[in-house]
Structures are given as C-alpha cells and as structure tokens.
C-alpha cells in the first residue's frame, strides 16, 4: 500500500469517526432536550391534564338555569299588561307602548344573549370577541333597566296629570322626587323604599356607562397587570372607579 492510499484511508476513517461522534451527539442533545421539555411540563404542576376549575358550583349553574328559563315568560307577561291597559293620556300610553314595552324586551333579549355568549359554566377564560359581545349587551341592558325605571315614572306623572307641576329633573321614583312620592299610596311607597338600595345600584352602574368607566367583564389578568391597578387606585384614594 503507497503513502498516498494509507493516507487517503486514514482520513475517511477519521472523516466517519467524526460523522459518527457528530451523530451521536446530535442525537444525544435530541434526548436530553425531550427530557427538558417532559420535565418542564411536570413542574407546571399537577394542573396539566385536568379541566379548567369553574368559576360557579353545579348548585349555582342550576339555580342560574332555572331562573333564566323564567326571564321570557315574565316579560312577556309584563309587557302585555302595559300594552294592554287603556290609559286616560295619550303620553302615558306612548311611554308605556313605545318607552317601557320595547325596553324591557330590550333587556330580556340582552340577558339571554349574555348568558350564551359567556355561559356560567364555562371553565375557560372567554377570547377577547366573546367579551367584547358580552359587554355590549351588559351596558345594553344596565342602560334600558335605568330607562325602563326612568318611563314608568313618566306613565304615571303623565297619567295623573303631574306633568304641569314638575321640571323633568323632579320626575322620578326614588325618595328624593318627593312630589312623584307624594302621589302614590302608602303601600307602594313602602315597597319602593325597600328598593332604594338598589335603585342607588343601578343610578352609579347607569352613570358609569354613560360618563365615567363602562361595565365590562374581565379577562385573563397578569399578576403585573393587577398590581398596575391596585397601584393606580391607591394614587386615587382608593377609588374604584
């Protein structure tokens, strides 16, 4: 054998070896990654692999349920007797029929709709359309319950022929539209002072959506991005708003 051919053949030997060192180490960082990745996925912790917790208890999805399947008949119901009644003025009956009537199947449409596009049962965190959608119908809804409070206030000061007597701002049902208050019976006074909390509710949330923050739902919210927001309502004195 020349000097040239053992040569020749020393260096396709040590080209091979080389190739070979080359594949077993590709193949060995291959392996070494598989496992980072497997051991990675454990210290996720032992959520990996079981359902989303649900925000609700099955007990609370059913009583949801059972009160949303009774949201359409009351309406229905509660409309008709507006549209139904014979009213003495011409403007009661306007805001009754066009006012009251058409929001309240405003509402009942909005609270269906939120209950679809974001269903108490739900485990995962809605994607940014669905929120969007279910905010809309949320403000829909606060916005047409203010006005449907608003109009049968008007049906009644219309009805009774108060509307001479009072500015717009004195129309009302709370306690503070004392000549509105006035009019009504002892008994439906009574009922509407056990509302009053509510009704002071449904004034800040309307007051909300018309001129400070609107209601939204909430989505996925960082830890950073929470403490970005303790932060600011502390500089605000604590505000909510």
């Not at 980072?36 to 359902?51: L, M, N």
Request: proline share 3%; net charge positive; hydrophobic share 40%.
């Amino acid at each position: 054998m020349s000097g040239s051919t053992h040569e020749a053949n020393l260096r396709t030997i040590r080209n091979r070896s080389v190739s070979s060192l080359a594949l077993r180490a590709g193949a060995e960082c291959h392996r070494r990654y598989i496992l980072a990745i497997k051991a990675s996925r454990g210290q996720r912790g032992s959520s990996v692999g079981k359902r989303p917790k649900r925000a609700f208890t099955e007990e609370h999805i059913a009583a949801v349920r059972t009160k949303l399947q009774t949201v359409g008949s009351k309406t229905d119901r509660l409309m008709m007797k507006f549209v139904a009644h014979r009213f003495a003025e011409a403007k009661a009956c306007e805001y009754a029929r066009q006012g009251f009537a058409r929001r309240i199947q405003t509402v009942r449409r909005c609270i269906e709709n939120v209950f679809k596009i974001v269903p108490p049962n739900a485990a995962r965190v809605p994607s940014k359309q669905r929120l969007h959608d279910a905010q809309i119908n949320i403000q829909a809804a606060i916005a047409n319950i203010y006005g449907c409070v608003d109009n049968l206030a008007w049906v009644w000061v219309y009805e009774r022929g108060l509307s001479k007597h009072l500015k717009p701002r004195q129309v009302g049902l709370r306690k503070h539209n004392v000549q509105v208050r006035a009019s009504l019976s002892e008994d439906f006074r009574a009922y509407l002072d056990t509302l009053e909390k509510w009704f002071e509710y449904l004034a800040d949330f309307r007051h909300a959506v018309a001129h400070r923050i609107p209601l939204y739902p909430a989505g996925q919210c960082s830890v950073q991005g929470c403490r970005c927001v303790q932060r600011a309502r502390a500089a605000h004195g604590g505000s909510s708003q």
